[in-house]
């Protein structure tokens, strides 16, 4: 599981900037800093929370990604 979040983090789109402010970079910010905020949250019940979010995060992101792509 944490090779596939490794995997999957290396391969997000990079962060947004102000020239390149799209909704996947975006989103692919989240990702990042909930993925981080699990690993540093102080206990098992906020470590599960932020999990559950960053997991739909991911979902939404996965589909904006493969909308990019069949576009």
Same mark, same amino acid.
């Given at each position: 599981?944490?090779?596939?979040?490794?995997?999957?983090?290396?391969? &997000?789109? %990079? =962060?947004?900037?102000?020239?390149?402010?799209?909704?996947?970079?975006?989103?692919?910010? $989240?990702?990042?800093? +909930?993925?981080?905020?699990? &690993?540093? %949250? =102080?206990?098992?019940?906020?470590?599960?929370?932020?999990?559950?979010?960053?997991?739909? $995060?991911?979902?939404? +992101?996965?589909?904006?990604?493969?909308?990019?792509?069949?576009?």
């Amino acid at each position: 599981m944490k090779r596939d979040r490794q995997d999957f983090k290396r391969d &997000l789109p %990079a =962060p947004p900037t102000r020239s390149q402010d799209n909704y996947a970079s975006a989103l692919a910010e $989240v990702y990042r800093t +909930l993925d981080e905020a699990e &690993l540093v %949250a =102080p206990g098992a019940d906020e470590r599960e929370w932020v999990g559950e979010i960053r997991e739909q $995060v991911r979902g939404e +992101l996965i589909h904006v990604i493969e909308d990019e792509d069949g576009e």
